[in-house]
């Protein structure tokens, strides 16, 4: 069965304090996997699509890599604004469905 | 561009009551979606439509209709609400065309609906 699993589900940092959230991943096939962020009380937001193993995207302090099984979303010194919920999610491979993940919530100290 | 609406932002039925939420994207995509969002399940597809004029089940349909009225439009409606359908619904839209077509979703800023 195609699914996705996101780990932690909750991560607190410091401000300034780097880490990598996991999203790993069991599609045969995969050629699309993407990233979300969502605010409490917004709809998700798109941040990356990520289509083949050793591509890597950036966003300011957002980095997204993909290998054959799992995907990485690295937050470098992180700001407060930075706190969300953060979504990864594959296109079932013959289909227009999408398999998201439970997320990972994101907090940052001042 | 407004990209992805959706109406109401708040709704409080009462057990068998009867709704429509409706969305609605200016963005000229073919395929829009369904999802609602609980707790701890994350987003479960409700039901898609690829292209105007044709609809498909997702991961939890049981209890609920759709209507793609147009390539702009998708309606969801709930014939007899139930309290299990309390949550926070999402409409999203996609360019795809093609089953593969690996394209980014639009999501709509959702509607707290709360069944009694």
């Known amino acids: 069965e195609d699914q996705v699993t996101q780990s932690p589900e909750a991560l607190r940092l410091q401000e300034g304090e780097s880490s990598s959230l996991n999203c790993s991943y069991t599609?045969?096939?995969?050629?699309?996997l993407f990233w979300y962020r969502q605010d409490p009380g917004k709809g998700p937001e798109f941040l990356f699509t990520l289509y083949s193993a050793g591509e890597e995207k950036e966003k300011e302090r957002l980095k997204a890599t993909l290998t054959k099984k799992e995907s990485f979303l690295h937050i470098t010194a992180p700001k407060p604004e930075d706190s969300a919920t953060y979504l990864c999610a594959v296109q079932a491979p013959g289909t227009y469905k999408y398999i998201f993940g439970t997320g990972t919530r994101l907090k940052v100290l001042a | 561009n407004a990209g992805v609406t959706q109406t109401p932002k708040f709704q409080v039925l009462k057990t068998g009551q009867s709704m429509t939420l409706q969305c609605a994207q200016d963005?000229?995509?073919?395929?829009m979606y369904w999802y609602r969002q609980d707790p701890g399940m994350g987003l479960r597809l409700i039901y898609y439509?690829?292209?105007?004029?044709?609809?498909d089940k997702g991961e939890v349909p049981n209890g609920y209709n759709v209507s793609r009225l147009n390539k702009r439009e998708f309606s969801l409606r709930l014939e007899s609400a139930a309290p299990s359908q309390t949550s926070v619904y999402f409409c999203?839209?996609?360019?795809?065309?093609?089953?593969?077509?690996?394209?980014?979703?639009?999501f709509g800023p959702g509607t707290r609906l709360t069944v009694l």
């Open positions: 963005m000229n995509h073919n395929s």
């Open positions: 999203a839209s996609s360019e795809s065309i093609y089953r593969d077509s690996y394209n980014e979703q639009f």
């Open positions: 439509s690829a292209s105007e004029g044709t609809t």
């Open positions: 599609v045969s096939g995969l050629r699309g």
